[in-house]
């Protein structure tokens, strides 16, 4: 079992960025692909940016490509999301997630492990 822990999260002004982090323990994540999700009071945690575990092309929610992205050092055991040019829009409790092996989905359904979540609130 993996085991994830956020950090990075805070306040930040609209055009800022600011970098969060996934440490995992437990497991490699070297054999498990990787994603971050977000959620807002009263909506669905939608995903963000995907790394699958083959290293093959991530995915980005329309919305954040060009902005964010996402990458991991597997020497550290973790995963990162930059997030540039942000928006009060991306305001959200950020949320890391893994499974074991290559996840082609972008349900949270298809990840079976979480963090505890990381808020993220930009003002303009």
């Known amino acids: 079992q993996v085991h994830l822990v956020e950090s990075g999260g805070g306040l930040v002004q609209a055009g800022g960025s600011l970098r969060l982090s996934c440490a995992a323990s437990?497991?490699?994540?070297?054999?498990?692909?990787v994603a971050w999700f977000r959620q807002t009071p009263g909506k669905e945690r939608e995903i963000v940016a995907t790394?699958?575990?083959?290293?093959?092309?991530?995915y980005y929610l329309d919305s954040v490509k060009g902005r964010f992205t996402i990458s991991r050092d597997n020497a550290k055991n973790t995963v990162y999301l930059q997030m540039n040019s942000l928006k009060p829009e991306d305001t959200a409790v950020y949320y890391c997630?893994?499974?074991?092996?290559?996840?082609?989905?972008?349900?949270?359904?298809?990840?079976?492990?979480w963090g505890q979540g990381t808020q993220v609130t930009v003002s303009s």
């Open positions: 997630a893994a499974n074991w092996g290559e996840v082609l989905g972008t349900s949270p359904h298809t990840y079976a492990y």
């Open positions: 790394s699958r575990q083959s290293g093959r092309s991530a």
């Open positions: 437990g497991r490699t994540l070297s054999s498990y692909s």
